[in-house]
């Protein structure tokens, strides 16, 4: 069983005193990414689409440096500063994700860190070897 932190540099650095994932025995915890990109600093844009697919980007990233993918996901949670990006974030978690989809939430909250429009975190399962 694996335990601790996960870090790489694909993914943003965490903004405060967090860790981009964390291993609990089996369990694999992600901090919840944003449109950040990496490797500028800033938001990947202003609409939704482009920084959706940076948060998936950016997700995929912290669950490769894990060794895990999407298809290892078992639970998400997405969190909106605006319910009307709905579709659009569904539109593009979507094409992430095969069937069977893990369980998910979907919340809006009055803001979001650095103004970013949408965030994700997910919870993944280890297969056994």
Known sequence: MQTGPVHTDHAPAALGPYSQGYWAGELFYSAGQVGLDPATGSMAGDDIASQAERVMANLRAVLDEAGLTFADVVK??????????????????????????????????????????????VIARAHPA
């Open 76 to 121: 998400t949670t997405i969190f909106l500063s605006d319910m009307g990006d709905f579709g659009a974030v569904n539109e593009i978690y979507a094409r992430h994700f095969d069937p069977p989809y893990p369980a998910r939430s979907t919340v809006a909250v009055g803001a979001l860190p650095l103004g970013a429009r949408v965030e994700i975190e």
